[in-house]
């Protein structure tokens, strides 16, 4: 709820935003963002001032890819104990999920963190654990640094760690829609910092402004764009100064150099990103469960495996419909009977829509 002063605040940042006569597209990746956007109708308010802000590939959950589900699910058909987080249980596969195979007597558990992955390898030496790591560069360190811990060997890591700045390029390469400016996620960039956005604003002269997750964060961070816009500026700003540090979170970064490599890899709903992914160094292949069970997995090594049918979700995430715009939302599509991982996450567009418009 906002206090009398930040709704005066609001109520000036919104006027001043009239005022400026826009008619501007922002895109954020952050589903926190997209949850205080709805929540507050802060979406419905800043359409009304000219405004439109959508989601675009900020949930990690939603863009992992077809394949990297039906890898784990393999795995734990395998008889492997898979633990991952909650979300990643109730993303559909061709087939399955991973909650329905633990129904089915499959060992899956789920997690809170690596940490209790790592216990669990730890307790049971007699299992082989497989943990399937998802996230950007807000989770990544966290793997990192168990890595760096000499796990015991009954220990493996399904890498699916992606990169946003990468990604924020593929859109504007793609060219499918016109993006006057993005707002970065605070949480990444409390990690990374300003600096790796650096390159968007030069090279495609795209505003940015990195935001924290409060109304009034938000409500600021499109101000700070139209004020870039409006004055012809194309720069990294940073609304989230409490936070976040223009060198970011250097231990982390360390970390993070010591046990990844970049990589080529796609996301859902999108070709091959160059560089965005991340993929273990050499010194730490022996965590690799791709390595450790490449004979296994090469079944499915060379198939290609599709959306869900019907399902919407790679347009969504790339910004092209709106989740009421895919025909399956709140009819087939529900998040007690999620068809697509956009449904399933709580940081999914779909979900979020769906939690706050259906009341």
């Known amino acids: 709820m906002f206090s009398l002063r930040d709704k005066q605040l609001a109520d000036d940042i919104i006027s001043q935003i009239t005022k400026a006569q826009v008619h501007l597209r922002f895109m954020h990746v952050c589903g926190t963002h997209q949850d205080t956007l709805m929540k507050h109708g802060l979406d419905v308010l800043l359409q009304k001032c000219g405004v ?5 590939p900020g949930c990690p959950v939603c863009v992992t890819t077809p394949k990297e589900i039906e890898e784990i699910l393999l795995l734990a058909k395998q008889g492997k104990t898979v633990a991952t987080f909650g979300d990643m249980t109730r993303v559909p596969g061709v087939s399955s999920s991973l909650q329905q195979m633990k129904t089915e007597g499959c060992d899956v558990r789920t997690v809170y963190s690596i940490e209790d992955a790592l216990s669990l390898a730890e307790k049971h030496k007699e299992k082989e654990i497989v943990f399937m790591a998802v996230g950007f560069e807000t989770t990544a360190p966290t793997t990192a640094a168990v890595l760096l811990q000499d796990p015991p060997l009954n220990f493996s890591v399904l890498c699916c760690h992606r990169m946003i700045p ?14 006057d400016g993005f707002i970065e996620p605070g949480h ?6 300003t600096r790796p956005y650096g390159f968007i604003s030069k090279e495609y002269h795209v505003p940015q402004v990195i935001a924290g997750f409060e109304p009034l964060d938000l409500l600021m961070a499109v101000w700070m764009l139209v004020q870039q816009i409006k004055q012809g500026r194309a720069e990294v700003e940073n609304e989230y100064v409490r936070a976040v540090k223009p060198q970011g979170n250097r231990k982390a970064q360390e970390v993070l150099q010591r046990v990844f490599e970049p990589v080529d890899i796609k996301w859902r709903g999108f070709p091959l990103i160059p560089q965005s992914g991340l993929r273990l160094r050499k010194n730490y292949e022996s965590y690799d469960a791709r390595k450790r069970y490449e004979d296994e997995l090469q079944m499915i090594a060379k198939e290609e495996f599709a959306e869900p049918t019907g399902c ?18 709140g009819k087939g599509c529900t998040p007690e009977n999620p068809i697509g991982p956009c449904m399933v996450s709580s940081e999914g567009n779909c979900h979020i829509e769906y939690r706050y418009t259906r009341k």
Do not use: H, W, Y
């Open 188 to 193: 990444v960039s409390t990690i990374i910092g």
């Open 52 to 56: 439109e802000i959508g989601q675009g």
């Open 166 to 179: 990468p990604a924020l390029q593929a859109i504007l390469q793609m060219g499918e829609l016109k993006i």
């Open 312 to 329: 919407l979700c790679g347009d969504v995430l790339r910004g092209l419909i709106s989740s009421k715009q895919c025909p399956l939302f």
